[in-house]
């Protein structure tokens, strides 16, 4: 199995801060990369899918870069709705692996 | 509007049964990919068991034996049997559609449902 990891596995933001968040994979896994944002008791929700395509009605400030095994995902401006938990995942091979996570919390 | 409503989840003893369900609406369940996807505080996110338009299917290894996906094309509805349950296996369950469209990534969730095994 593809071995994704993601870090920091936290991180303390202020509203308005970039924020960059990576993840790299255990083999070449070319732009098969998808990020998700979760938060509290809720499924996780599509934000980047290829590593870099927006998907539909995501707000412009998230953006997604990377391929082969290092993968980013970049919030330009975090706003409050976007404390959450942010996962990788990678969609070349069978089992479509999932990194460990990234807690964003407020500063 | 695409919609994926899981049922079936409770609490069980080892060693004991459940069948979760998942029903679809806005799409064909039989068209997608499709899979069961489970979430533990320790062991994060991780796929459990998928099944392909053309009915092959994939098990992780943790549930290969135990655990049989299908699909019931009449009723639009995605099913998850789950046999001889170990406290290992208590997370939630989310259902989950992959979309071509978007690269084979997962476009759409169920709400998630609990899965205690205990005695």
């Known amino acids: 199995d593809i071995q994704m990891t993601q870090s920091p596995s936290s991180l303390s933001a202020s509203v308005g801060d970039r924020v960059t968040i990576t993840c790299r994979a255990s083999?070449?896994?070319?732009?098969?990369s998808n990020w998700y944002q979760q938060k509290s008791g809720k499924a996780p929700k599509l934000l980047i899918y290829a590593a870099s395509s927006l998907q539909s009605g995501v707000p412009s400030r998230f953006s997604g870069s990377g391929s082969g095994t290092d993968f980013t995902l970049t919030i330009s401006s975090l706003q409050p709705e976007d404390f959450a938990t942010y996962y990788c995942q990678q969609s070349y091979s069978t089992p479509r692996t999932f990194g460990q996570g990234t807690k964003v919390e407020i500063k | 509007e695409v919609q994926l409503v899981e049922s079936g989840g409770g609490l069980v003893q080892p060693g004991g049964s459940l069948r979760l369900s998942c029903a679809a609406s806005?799409?064909?369940?039989?068209?997608?990919?499709m899979g069961w996807v489970r979430q533990t505080p320790g062991k994060g996110l991780e796929w459990v068991s998928v099944?392909?338009?053309?009915?092959?299917?994939f098990y992780a290894d943790s549930v290969t034996g135990r655990f049989t996906i299908s699909r019931d094309n009449s009723k639009n509805t995605l099913y998850l049997q789950m046999n001889n349950l170990r406290a290992e296996d208590t997370a939630v369950y989310y259902c989950a559609r992959v979309e071509g469209a978007v690269a084979g990534a997962i476009d759409y969730w169920g709400q998630g449902i609990l899965v205690t095994v205990s005695s």
């Open positions: 099944i392909y338009s053309g009915g092959s299917t």
């Open positions: 083999q070449s896994i070319s732009s098969s």
């Open positions: 806005g799409f064909t369940v039989s068209s997608n990919y």
